[in-house]
């Protein structure tokens, strides 16, 4: 059984950064496809960012156009941790952020995804 596990999340200003985790554990984790989703209250689980190998590209990155220019994914395969540093936050970034792996489909679609971590909450404050 594969878990997943967030930390980082927390209480910031507008404008500031936070950085969060997510640490694969359990049984030989391998999966292509790591993502980032959030869900703010009341609203639907949106896509936020995902990193994959695509092609030649060892690491393709792909991003929410909300997350472009502020946001960054990254991979450590050693550690099997995937991280997103976010940047100039803002108050519409105030959610709780999953990570999640292996989608059967379009990796966008929170939907297709089968293993999911259990959120850490952004606040950002105004």
């Known amino acids: 059984q594969v878990q997943l596990e967030e930390s980082g999340g927390g209480l910031v200003q507008a404008g500031g950064s936070l950085r969060l985790s997510c640490a694969a554990s359990?049984?030989?984790?391998?999966?292509?496809?790591m993502g980032w989703f959030r869900q703010a209250p009341g609203k639907e689980r949106e896509f936020v960012a995902a990193?994959?190998?695509?092609?030649?590209?060892?690491?393709?990155?792909a991003y929410a156009d909300s997350a472009k220019g502020r946001f960054t994914i990254s991979r450590d395969n050693a550690k099997i941790t995937v991280t997103l540093q976010m940047n100039s936050l803002k108050p519409e970034d105030t959610a709780v952020y999953y990570c999640?792996?292996?989608?059967?489909?379009?990796?966008?679609?929170?939907?297709?995804?089968?293993?999911w971590g259990q959120g850490t909450l952004v606040t950002v404050s105004s």
């Open positions: 359990g049984r030989t984790f391998s999966s292509n496809v």
């Open positions: 990193i994959m190998r695509s092609g030649s590209i060892i690491n393709y990155r």
């Open positions: 999640a792996a292996g989608p059967s489909g379009d990796y966008r679609d929170w939907r297709n995804y089968a293993v």
